[in-house]
């Protein structure tokens, strides 16, 4: 594996003062840095990528220097060592790729405008300034910009703009010294934005700022949400937010989500506006990633992990404090039920499949580091194993360890260990111990309870979804039973616990382990254990409900209990659910489904259950929102109707036709809660050459990020061969679908039979311009994920074998390709074994 040199080891950096000049027209900015710092060698290196360096002074004389391309570096020989100035000139391109100095492209008005910003997380501020741009090598930032400014054009950084008056004068933008903070932190934002600001309870400016193609309304529910998190978590860590501002930007055209930038976090525009027609699950997503991204300014910015092996440190902490923030903010959301029906089964699935990395990874070379952001190991997972030690140790000793951290550590950077210090001297337990097995080793556990000869036998094992190399690992299981008597954890291979009938009696309800659902394992009850929980199901709460249809549908995908099995249980859900239980039902449909054919009898059959498990939900909520109802009402509707409209049923489809026929002349308009479901019936029944005219129309023309999506999940449904290639057509035109959602369409065409043969002949026919639309961007994995989640027929994996296979030396890709063949090799191999089975189960209704 190549290994990438530290240049902090050479030049340890105290001061960049960086001036930029950008020209938007030409595509190009040139600039000077004076980096101040103390060389520790006479030979040095900066990062650089593509940039054309004019010349190297130290106290104005020209210094020997030689680009070093392959490493993306300037070489440097001094002629002494010591603290020293050198400034160097330089000069740049702006491109498309959406890391660096980018444009993001809008329309307004009909006209097409662009905005500049910046991506430089993970190591991509190289392409903007000479610097060290490793996370270790913190250093303070005096930055100043100039551009080809219109009238009301703004520029923001970081820190607040400083000699304004100056600037009215010159044009020159500059902005304040930032603290000492890792060079993927610094960013600003230039153009046509606008936004609306106000004040923390202790000070800070907090703003939410937009193109203006936006109006001011669709920030002020970001802006309430922002100030409120800043307020919780300055409460919560013990710490003030450490900078005079918190300004979010949301960007045309972004790679990732959002990113923390410290002061100026960006985000892709879904992620942060909010239209007055917007759903409760949109705004819920909008406040996560709020807190996702204001958790950074201390867990990632105040303290900063030393190397990117410790991604997990930023990544897994700050999706753990999201929920626990919005959940104390907004109570009434119960958003810690969104962690268990989406960041649960996600982690559980993918940390199954043999070969997933561990959340601590190794990372030599930083062409690794995009792989490191996989959402389902080190975000779902790592916050998994986040929220199991906030449990382990209590809220109380958490946020005490957590303060005792960021006040040893701020403005410096961190290992791993060093947080554990700080939770185990707050909590007295040895959390070092406890979390290594969970982060060092991938996957997890199976706890196999079953009773013989009356003892209660425990026993764990890694959990595989298709074939496995079971090499004996062993976790610290915190079981977190209901019954009293059993131990606090397990630590080994089996447990024999004596006299079960005396424990039985004297507690109450079936045994159920791993409450609340917090810890990273799943259980599997066998016999009389299994039928307790059965019966008992009725009286449990929804987390409880919901835990056993998940382990259950995976105890099925790694064929530990029979698929069939799965039918029976949810069939007797046929009342009135809760959102988590509607969900984690409609999960296990989805899984049934890939055993059956479409146009067959038993698709008749499997209608019929899906009818009956959600009609009384339909019958109960209709398709109109009621004046007092709430969110979750909301979210189970959306579940129910998208449901019985796959199922053919008859008066979804005719009252979906009727709302959408009530709008026809701005289908925009129509409620964002059940637009998708409409858009969805229109296209899958009524598809007209005229409809989608329509739907092209209204994706280029709206900025509501939400209706594209709906949109584009609508598009999937064309039976049309017309509709087909014009989608596959536009899939290159920018102008049409930005790149940054290829991935999404990429998805969902996958998705349907008659759209799935053209798009993954569309990919691998392409796959040269997709790289190099796509290969800096997080985005770009998802094109080796996305069919191997989507594929179940052995032809569709020799063709992914085929196509995959000569690229396992490309590292941004290599472990998602051997992943993806198990993957699909399991789902061939566990449809073949079960489909029999799974159709009889069916045939009874």
């Not at 959002?258 to 960006?266: F, V």
């Not at 440190?313 to 104390?328: G, K, P, T, V």
């Not at 105890?555 to 069939?564: P, V």
């Amino acid at each position: 594996m190549d290994t990438v040199e530290h240049l902090i080891e050479t030049f340890v950096p105290e001061n960049y003062n960086i001036f930029l000049d950008i020209n938007r027209c030409a595509k190009s900015f040139t600039g000077n840095v004076a980096i101040s710092g103390e060389a520790l060698d006479n030979h040095v290196a900066f990062h650089q990528k593509d940039l054309d360096i004019k010349s190297i002074l130290l106290d104005n004389e020209a210094v020997n220097y030689r680009i070093d391309n392959d490493n993306e570096v300037v070489r440097v020989e001094l002629p002494e060592t010591g603290m020293m100035t050198l400034v160097i000139e330089f000069s740049g391109r702006i491109t498309d790729n959406m890391t660096g100095i980018y444009p993001s492209y809008y329309t307004k008005d009909g006209q097409k405008k662009e905005i500049i910003s910046t991506q430089f997380e993970s190591h991509f501020a190289r392409e903007a300034f000479p610097c060290i741009d490793e996370p270790q090598a913190k250093a303070v930032f005096d930055l100043s910009l100039a551009f080809d400014q219109e009238v009301g054009e703004i520029a923001l950084s970081n820190m607040p703009e400083i000699n304004v008056d100056r600037r009215k004068e010159t044009g020159l933008w500059t902005f304040d010294t930032t603290p000492r903070m890792s060079s993927y932190l610094l960013a600003f934002a230039l153009g046509d934005l606008h936004g609306k600001t106000t004040k923390s309870k202790n000070g800070t400016t907090v703003g939410v700022y937009a193109t203006t193609a936006h109006p001011l309304t669709s920030l002020e529910f970001s802006l309430d949400i922002a100030v409120r998190v800043i307020n919780f978590y300055e409460d919560y860590f013990g710490i003030h937010y450490p900078i005079p501002q918190s300004l979010n930007v949301g960007l045309p055209d972004f790679s990732s989500g959002a990113m923390e930038n410290w002061g100026l976090i960006t985000y892709r525009e879904i992620y942060l506006l909010v239209d007055e027609n917007s759903t409760a699950r949109s705004r819920q997503q909008v406040a996560l990633v709020i807190a996702h991204e204001i958790a950074h300014q201390w867990f990632g910015n105040l303290v900063t992990m030393k190397w990117w092996d410790d991604l997990w440190l930023n990544e897994s902490f700050a999706n753990m404090m999201e929920y626990i923030c919005i959940d104390a903010i907004e109570p009434s959301w119960k958003i810690l039920e969104d962690f268990q029906t989406v960041g649960v089964p996600l982690a559980l699935k993918r940390d199954a499949t043999d070969g997933v990395q561990s959340v601590h990874v190794n990372v030599n070379h930083p062409d690794e580091i995009n792989t490191l952001f996989d959402p389902a190991i080190v975000y779902a997972k790592g916050s998994r194993l986040m929220h199991m030690l906030h449990r382990w140790i209590g809220d109380h000793d958490f946020a005490t360890g957590l303060h005792l951290y960021f006040e040893k550590h701020q403005y410096r950077n961190t290992i791993g260990r060093d947080l554990w210090n700080a939770l185990s001297d707050a909590s007295g337990k040895d959390v070092a111990t406890f979390m290594n097995a969970w982060l060092e080793q991938p996957g997890y556990p199976v706890l196999t309870a079953r009773v013989e000869n009356d003892q209660l036998i425990l026993s764990q094992k890694q959990f595989f979804i298709g074939e496995g190399n079971d090499q004996g690992r062993l976790w610290p299981i915190p079981l977190n039973a209901s019954w009293k008597g059993l131990p606090e954890i397990l630590t080994e291979a089996e447990l024999v616990i004596p006299n079960f009938s005396q424990l039985a009696a004297e507690n109450i309800g079936a045994l159920r382990f791993n409450t609340e659902n917090t810890a990273h394992y799943i259980t599997n009850y066998q016999g009389k254990l299994f039928d307790s929980l059965v019966a008992d199901l009725s009286c449990f709460d929804n987390t409880a409900v919901l835990q056993v249809l998940q382990e259950r549908c995976l105890l099925a995908d790694s064929g530990l209990i029979s698929y069939a099995e799965l039918v029976d249980l949810i069939a007797q859900f046929d009342g009135k659910k809760s959102y988590m239980v509607a969900e984690a039902i409609q999960q296990i449909i989805s899984a049934l489904n890939r055993f059956v054919d479409e146009e067959t009898v038993s698709e008749k059959s499997f209608n019929r259950l899906v009818a009956s498990i959600y009609q009384e939900d339909f019958n109960q909520l209709g398709f109109d929102k009621k004046a007092d109802e709430s969110d979750e009402d909301e979210m189970v509707r959306q579940i129910a109707t998208t449901r019985l409209l796959a199922s053919e049923n008859q008066t979804i489809i005719d009252g979906a036709k009727a709302i959408f026929e009530a709008h026809i002349d701005n289908i925009s308009a129509i409620p964002a809660a059940i637009r998708r479901l409409v858009l969805v019936n229109q296209m899958t029944y009524f598809e007209t050459s005229e409809l989608v005219d329509t739907y092209f129309e209204t994706y280029v023309a709206t900025t509501d990020n939400n209706l594209r999506n709906d949109l584009t999940v609508a598009f999937a449904k064309t039976s049309q061969p017309a509709t087909l290639n014009r989608i596959l057509v536009s899939l290159k035109d920018k102008d049409i679908i930005k790149p940054q959602d290829l991935a999404f369409w990429y998805n969902v065409l996958l998705g349907q039979r008659f759209t799935q043969e053209a798009i993954w002949k569309w990919a691998r026919e392409n796959w040269e311009w997709i790289k190099s639309a796509l290969g800096g961007d997080m985005s770009f994995d998802k094109f080796v994920i996305y069919p191997a989640a989507n594929f179940k027929t052995q032809e569709r994996l020799e063709e992914f074998k085929v196509f995959f296979t000569p690229k396992l030396g490309e590292m941004a890709i290599s472990r998602n390709i051997t992943m993806g063949i198990n993957e699909i090799e399991a789902r061939v191999t566990l449809i073949k074994k079960e489909k029999a089975a799974v159709l009889d189960a069916l045939s009874h209704y």
